[in-house]
């Protein structure tokens, strides 16, 4: 195959070190004199009192927060930049070499090396090591690393995979030096891990020696507030000076009166439903295809996002990755159509109590979701409503996201409703590959279809947009016929500050905190 040379020269590079990479500063010079902060209300915290950003969603707070860095990063177009790599070369199809920063620093002081990343990449696989991310090691399908020179690795894939850049830029696949018990995590970000409290509270310094120059911000707190009304009342309080989720119906409110600091940016976040494949009603297909139809999604996202921004989904990507949204696909709204669809199944009320029954049992089905996303619980309920209406009974409740899926996982649950990002690396493969592939990561609801794993495989092997384009357009039509993950709509992100943040942007990704122009006005 060709060899596809690194686009971006270190002139390049230079213009871009301010940008994504140094993930949060603050542009007044006095900021370490007066000791300035910024305390972010957000809608999760740290999974434990030392989350190692290689796994989960610990990544995205870290990397929200300054602490850790990845190879290569996202700019505000969701294009690939150097970030901790200078230059990156695919070699053939299954070999990537990296160039590495020479002056780069760990928070501990110490340099940076193509064995350091070699090691903290290690240890993504090592089974009982706290930064074990068996999903992101799927994604990579990283064969070997070889160590070239101090500043040079060789990152060779078991199989061709398109998508390897790609997911190099996902927070977890950070660069990290194993911690001690004085300095836990240690990443080479512009701010340094000072401390965290499990589903609380995640806070950090400034670090002087940042190679992309010390940060003018003080320190960072982002407190964990699931609720975002109590969220919006911190901010009134004074308690916060920004929210990053804000609640949708206060901020139309707001948007109405005028006078407040708003902020929205379309990102790639879809509210969607996880279903249980693997048993239980929902493993028929006819009743499947009915709950899809009895949605109605313009009126969902009306109801739940006050029109603050949103779009009913016909499929699993929005309007604006148009390079890889399926344009031809519709999820329509016919609660008649479904209802015959029922009754033509055999799937009807035979008693007279107003809910249908499948293999002589009535269909009572049980759908969770969880806090961290304002819009979530409104949605959850019109949901129901909606499904009432074609004779299915479904009883609804809000949990806990992990324990969402550990029910669903194991049969208690029938439903799940999330908010995910469908392309935070960019690239169309995370998001079926993770939640749809028979061995994804996340594909806990059973489903398993092997014309689906062999187009993503297919997916993967491709490397020219133009051969992946109609592979990832067949993914998605697959996806909206067997409906293993029944999209609702896609999401925009609004924020509100406290009237003195200056510089904050929304990336599309939601993995960058804001832009390095941030700053707070006393």
Known sequence: MAVKRNPFEATQFRTLVAGVATALTLSASAAHAEGKEIIVASGFGPTSNIPDPRARQNGWLANRAGVSETLIGLDYEMNMVPRLAIAFENMSETEW?????????????TKMTAEAVRESFAKLSEEGHPGHNPRLVSLLGIAEIEVVDPLTLIFRTEAPNAAFLWSLTEPSATVLKEGTEEMPIIGTGPFVFDM???????????????????????????????????????????DVDLVTHY??????????????????????????????????????????????????????????????????????????????????????????????????????????NGIRELDGEDIVLQMRSYEGRAALRPSLEISQAMLSQIGLQVDIAMGEWGANNDALQAGEIDMHL?????????????????????DGAYNIGGYSNPELDALLEKGRSLFATEDRQPVYAEIQAILNEDLPLIPLFHKTQVSVGNGKVEGYRIHPAETYLATPDLTVVE
């Open 97 to 109: 070499k990296i160039t590495l920063r020479e002056d780069v620093l760990f928070h501990d002081g």
């Open 196 to 238: 965290a409290e499990t589903d609380k509270t995640y806070q950090v310094t400034g670090f002087a020696d940042y190679w992309g120059g010390a940060p003018k911000l003080d320190r960072l707190v982002i407190d964990a507030i699931p609720d975002a009304s109590v969220a919006a009342l911190a901010l009134q309080a004074g």
């Open 247 to 352: 609640p949708e119906p206060e901020f139309a409110r707001l948007k109405e009166e005028g006078g407040a600091q708003l902020f929205s940016a379309p990102t790639g976040r879809l509210f969607f439903i996880q279903v249980n494949m693997s048993d239980g009603p929902l493993a028929n297909a006819t009743l499947r295809e009915a709950v899809s139809l009895s949605l109605d999604r313009d009126t969902i996202v009306a109801a739940s996002l006050v029109g603050v921004g949103g779009q009913a989904a016909q499929g699993i990507f929005p309007a604006n990755m148009a390079s890889w949204t399926n344009a031809d696909l519709s999820l329509p709204y016919d609660p008649a159509v479904a209802m015959g669809m029922l009754d033509d199944a055999g799937i009807v009320d035979t008693d007279g």
């Open 418 to 438: 999330q908010a995910w990002g469908t392309a935070p690396q960019g690239d169309p493969d995370y998001f079926p590959s993770t939640l749809a592939a028979t």
